[in-house]
């Protein structure tokens, strides 16, 4: 008997985007200079971020000022992102993040 | 494991990337050369960065944010003279330099310092923390 699957149509809902872009954004700052990831990644942020500004016109009302708007919610993602790191840290005894390692004796390697 | 704190930061790390862009053109006689040197030092400098705020789980005092600002701050402005630098010198016949691939590289990363920089400007209080977090709930009518 077949398991049912997922329907590929359905959309995230908002927890998961939000949950999307509090993960990109602890990506973006665990990813080291020169990766080439890091473009792809601020794009994915920065894309996934203003279409969820554009749905939700109650942030606009809160803060009609674009700039603000803007600032606002990245310090909401960076709030979520701290916490994702902190679970991670609590499960793990300490957090190490896969990005960094020995990327760690990379520190003022070339001044 | 390397410990990067703020103090190692501000001191040997932005203290050194400030003194060299001070004197960039004085001291440096092979222009391609010191573009290159000033660009890994930056890149150091932002890796720093990054493995301090993973340390502290992007979590910070308000003092710490506001110090944290403006290495941020320090950090995007010697980028973007970086970036208008590698800009002039990206033509270069140098062959041992690819200036397309640092100037991708750099504008990456300050691109995602501002994003560090917009999230970290304003603080966000915990009523506004649930008005963001409840964004489940349908929008008034």
């Known amino acids: 008997m077949s398991q049912p699957q997922p329907n ?4 995230p809902t908002n927890s998961e985007k939000l949950r999307r872009l509090a993960e990109l954004f602890v990506e973006i700052h665990k990813t080291p200079y020169g990766s080439p990831s890091l473009a792809d990644l601020n794009q994915s942020y920065n894309e996934l971020k203003e279409a969820y500004l554009a749905d939700h016109d109650h942030y606009q009302r809160l803060y009609p000022d674009p700039d603000l708007r803007s600032q606002k919610f990245d310090s909401f993602i960076r709030n979520q992102a ?3 790191l902190k679970n991670r840290a609590t499960q793990q005894g300490g957090y ?12 003022a390697s070339d001044c | 494991m390397t410990e990067c704190s703020a103090e190692k930061i501000d001191q040997e790390i932005l203290g050194r990337l400030k003194e060299s862009a001070l004197g960039f053109i004085p001291k440096q006689s092979d222009f391609i050369d010191a573009v290159r ?4 030092c930056w890149a150091a400098a932002y890796n720093a960065m990054r493995a301090y705020e993973i340390d502290s789980c992007l979590d910070f005092s308000t003092q710490d944010r506001q110090e944290h600002l403006k290495r941020v701050d320090v950090m995007i402005g010697i ?3 970086l970036l208008l630098l590698i800009h002039h010198v990206e033509d270069s016949s140098d062959p041992k330099v690819d200036f ?3 100037h991708e590289d750099l504008t990456a990363a300050l691109c995602a310092l501002r994003l560090t920089r917009s999230s970290m400007v304003h603080s966000i209080t915990d009523l506004e923390l649930q008005s963001f977090a409840s964004s489940d709930e349908p929008a008034a009518a």
């Open chain 1, 8 to 11: 590929p149509s359905s959309s």
């Open chain 1, 82 to 84: 701290s916490n994702i």
């Open chain 1, 96 to 107: 190490s993040g896969p990005g960094w390692g020995g990327n760690r004796d990379y520190l």
């Open chain 2, 37 to 40: 040197s000033m660009t890994g």
């Open chain 2, 79 to 81: 980028g973007c003279d």
């Open chain 2, 100 to 102: 397309t691939q640092l």
